[in-house]
């Protein structure tokens, strides 16, 4: 198992025009976690995470990809 420790982000990016923005996961040790969990090596990911976690956040999107 690789345990990849750093930190988890939220970029925000101009969305559908306007003054709109989404808010996306990212950061460059998120998304090293995530390659590896796509080239099947079993990945882990630690952490901080603020409270509360937010749907849109950190906390759900990568864990389809395959980390832990």
Known sequence: MLTVLGEAVIDLAPSGGGDL?????????????????RLGRPTAMLAASP??????????????????
């Open 21 to 37: 923005l989404a808010a996306h996961p990212g950061g460059s040790p998120l998304n090293v976690a995530v390659g590896l969990a």
């Open 51 to 68: 409270e509360p976690r937010s749907d849109t956040g950190c906390g759900r999107t990568p864990r389809p990809t395959g980390w832990t």
